[in-house]
Nanobody, 124 residues
Framework: QVQLVESGGGLVQTGGSLRLSCAAS????????MGWFRQAPGKEREFVAT????????GYADSVKGRFTISRDNAKNTVYLQMNSLKPEDTAVYYC?????????????????WGQGTQVTVSS
């Protein structure tokens, strides 16, 4: 059974930064792509960022491009999301997810394991 545990969320002012971490159980972490998604109150969950198994390919939603950076450390079974220049519209619960395959994936249907989420609140 794969477990994903997010951490690093919190309250930050507009323009601030946070780094989210997602620790994964299991020895096969390094063979799968990973992704970050978010869900704001009253809205559907949406794609944020994805990274291939090796870290060589990344992809971002247009709304976060240039502000967020996804990375991974396969030796630590951890994926990160560095969030800079945060805006109030970034407020959401952020989820990490493990893909079914090794390539970067933008669609939620490509992911079959999800963490419990971590709250990010950006105050104006």
């Amino acid at each position: 059974q794969v477990q994903l545990v997010e951490s690093g969320g919190g309250l930050v002012q507009t323009g601030g930064s946070l780094r989210l971490s997602c620790a994964a159980s299991g020895r096969t972490f390094r063979t799968y792509a990973m992704g970050w998604f978010r869900q704001a109150p009253g809205k559907e969950r949406e794609f944020v960022a994805t990274i291939s198994w090796s870290g060589g390919t990344t992809g971002y939603a247009d709304s976060v491009k240039g502000r967020f950076t996804i990375s991974r450390d396969n030796a630590k079974n951890t994926v990160y999301l560095q969030m800079n220049s945060l805006k109030p519209e970034d407020t959401a619960v952020y989820y990490c997810a493990r893909s079914r395959g090794d390539g970067a994936a933008f669609n939620q249907n490509a992911y079959n394991y999800w963490g419990q989420g971590t709250q990010v609140t950006v105050s104006s």
